[in-house]
């Protein structure tokens, strides 16, 4: 008889792990490829991670599932008292009720912790994990389209008069140029229901973590701070992939100053900089509901490709 088992992870469990992630997500054209070094970053030395709220799942020894929750310090401290969870198995094991014990572990992990929703982010053709969300109750709070353009005929648009940028690598920023990015990215997106505001703290770990390539462009107006782009390249996802993509990222301009073209002129030179490292194909994602940001997008000819949804249940 096959002998299954859910146990805690250890530090000694990351390739596995990293690898289970990543041939979990096989199928999915724009899963940022996972590395053991970034991912242990990003969990075993994160203060908001904890082993006991992720489990690995073993068959007769052989990793086949991982998931579990985390539950952000900075959420909790700005009014967002959520975790977030997360869940991958492999193909071949999709049918034998994995995923709905992990579902079921994490949410439990959440309420032992005190906090009153469990969020989870996914692409919209994963049945196998969205069956699962469904069956626990799970429902759609959020929904965003992932859009995609390739990197020839971007458009020139004519600068706001007065308007100045200052661009610079994010392994390379300074703490004031961290402190910009912070203000501009909060004061872009405070009425955004996602969001939560940034951190120094959050930032530098980011600065830390991150094997990509992160260019940050500030919009600045008589040297104040009014919007900031940035533009992504996903180094070890372009390389298993064999591809030449980048992300606009976070991208947004305060609400005093839109609809004046700043924002148009930030996501161009986004743009134009990814093209410029070699980029053929760029990406970015915008809420279903911002249909001016819709429109903006397709102005600069993105079209749609994919769909996100994130899944909440009230617990």
């Not at 096989?26 to 075993?44: G, H, I, M, T």
């Not at 959020?142 to 648009?157: A, F, R």
């Not at 990406?283 to 102005?299: C, E, F, I």
Request: hydrophobic content about 35%; overall charge negative; proline content about 3%.
């Amino acid at each position: 008889m096959a002998n299954l088992e859910y146990r805690h992870p250890t530090l000694d469990d990351i390739e596995a792990i990293v690898n289970l992630i990543n041939t979990s997500n096989k199928d999915d054209p724009l899963w940022d490829f996972q590395n053991v070094e970034a991912y242990r970053k990003s969990s075993f030395e994160d203060d908001d991670w904890e082993a006991e709220g992720h489990w690995l799942v073993l068959l007769d020894g052989k990793p086949i599932g991982y998931g579990g929750a985390v539950v952000l310090k900075r959420h909790v401290e700005h009014g967002r008292n959520e975790g977030w969870m997360a869940l991958w198995v492999l193909e071949d094991n999709r049918n034998d009720g994995i995923q709905q014990e992990l579902v079921g572990r994490a949410v439990e992990y959440l309420r032992g912790r005190g906090v009153t929703k469990a969020k989870i982010w996914d692409l919209m053709g994963t049945e196998w994990r969205i069956s699962a969300l469904e069956e626990s109750g799970f429902e759609e709070i959020w929904h965003e389209y992932i859009m995609v353009k390739k990197t020839q005929d971007i458009p020139s648009p004519e600068h706001p008069e007065g308007l100045e940028f200052e661009d610079f690598l994010l392994k390379d920023s300074t703490d004031q140029q961290l402190t910009d990015c912070m203000m501009a990215i909060n004061s872009a997106f405070s009425q955004d229901e996602m969001f939560s505001p940034r951190t120094m703290e959050s930032l530098k770990k980011w600065k830390d973590a991150t094997t990509d390539i992160n260019r940050i462009n500030l919009a600045k107006m008589d040297g104040d701070v009014i919007g900031e782009c940035v533009s992504t390249i996903e180094v070890d996802y372009n390389k298993e992939h064999n591809v030449n993509t980048g992300w606009i990222g976070a991208f947004g301009v305060l609400e005093e100053h839109r609809r004046k073209g700043v924002g148009k002129a930030l996501l161009v030179e986004g743009m134009k900089w990814l093209q410029d490292q070699g980029m053929d194909t760029l990406y970015l994602g915008v809420a279903v509901k911002n249909p001016k940001a819709l429109d903006l997008y397709k102005s600069v000819g993105f079209e749609m490709e994919q769909e996100g949804i994130t899944y909440c249940l009230e617990l």
